[in-house]
């Protein structure tokens, strides 16, 4: 199953990747090598110029504000959907109630928007939850699946809320949206994944402008050419284990990702059944910017 991921990228890094969006002044960004349900990490949300409270706003000033602020923003949220359900529900089916066998052939609807307490989030509280990779296989051997060419950090899609704790405090909070696996998770034995938005459709993901149809088409399986997994340690398996060596390699990638020199005729990848990603490779998560 997956229940976790990293977000290891650097501040400027993640700023660069998403129209410069940024914290709330004064807040420190926190990165992580083990975010797990209960955690609080970061989402990307839309800015004033995307945000349902522009409506009724004066002309002038909406002109105004959204010339000068970003079209995105980054809050920090907890993981784990509040206020929603009876329960804080960490992962949201993209199916709803439906593909309870989770064919990965399955072409029904996202039925997600048919279930009474997602019909209003699902059209106009969408996140994306900021990821570099996720962890697949916690309760038996886990992998750390990532994107290929260094396509990181990059969005789950997540739906998020605001509600109030005993107290009265707010809490906003966010959750994760699955849908069937694809061939390589299905490969590790799983046959759920988190749905990844492609870079291409952030920004429709975002906004609140689009239709259901449009949302809903979103919803579906990365595909699994532009992925690549390799074994990690057991002890990310702790919540409280957190540091670069809960992500290091203790095997090969699942996948060969190294090229035969250039020749006349093509660029070829050589097929061998695994190669391991370089100490450097692992080090240098979240490093570049």
Not at 35 to 53: K, R, W
Not at 165 to 176: K, R
């Amino acid at each position: 199953m997956f229940d976790r991921y990293i977000l290891a990228s650097s501040y400027q890094r993640i700023r660069s990747k998403f129209d410069m969006a940024s914290l709330p002044e004064g807040e420190e960004y926190i990165p992580s090598y083990n975010i797990a349900p209960g955690h609080t990490a970061y989402v990307i949300i839309p800015g004033l110029n995307e945000s349902p409270e522009r409506n009724g706003m004066n002309p002038v000033l909406k002109a105004f504000f959204e010339e000068r602020k970003p079209s995105k923003v980054i809050r920090s949220f907890n993981f784990g959907l509040q206020g929603v359900e009876k329960n804080t529900v960490n992962f949201i089916r993209a199916e709803g109630d439906r593909n309870q066998s989770n064919d990965p052939h399955y072409t029904g609807s996202k039925a997600i928007f048919l279930k009474p307490h997602y019909k209003k989030i699902i059209r106009e509280q969408r996140c994306l939850v900021l990821a570099d990779a996720f962890i697949v296989g916690i309760d038996k051997r886990p992998y750390l699946v990532y994107m290929k060419n260094k396509k990181r950090p990059f969005g789950f899609a997540g739906l998020w809320n605001k509600a109030n704790d005993t107290d009265g405090n707010e809490i906003y909070s966010f959750g994760i949206l699955t849908t069937v696996a694809n061939p390589l998770i299905r490969k590790l034995g799983y046959d759920r994944m988190p749905v990844i938005i492609p870079e291409y459709s952030e920004r429709r993901w975002l906004s609140i402008s689009n239709t259901l149809s449009q949302v809903l088409d979103m919803l579906k399986p990365y595909p699994a050419h532009l992925l690549n997994a390799y074994p990690v340690s057991e002890s990310i398996s702790n919540p409280a284990n957190n540091d670069l060596s809960v992500i290091q390699p203790v095997g090969r990638r699942l996948y060969s990702e190294k090229l035969e020199p250039l020749s006349r005729k093509r660029v070829k990848p050589v097929r061998e059944p695994m190669d391991s990603p370089t100490m450097g490779e692992v080090a240098k998560m979240g490093r570049e910017g």
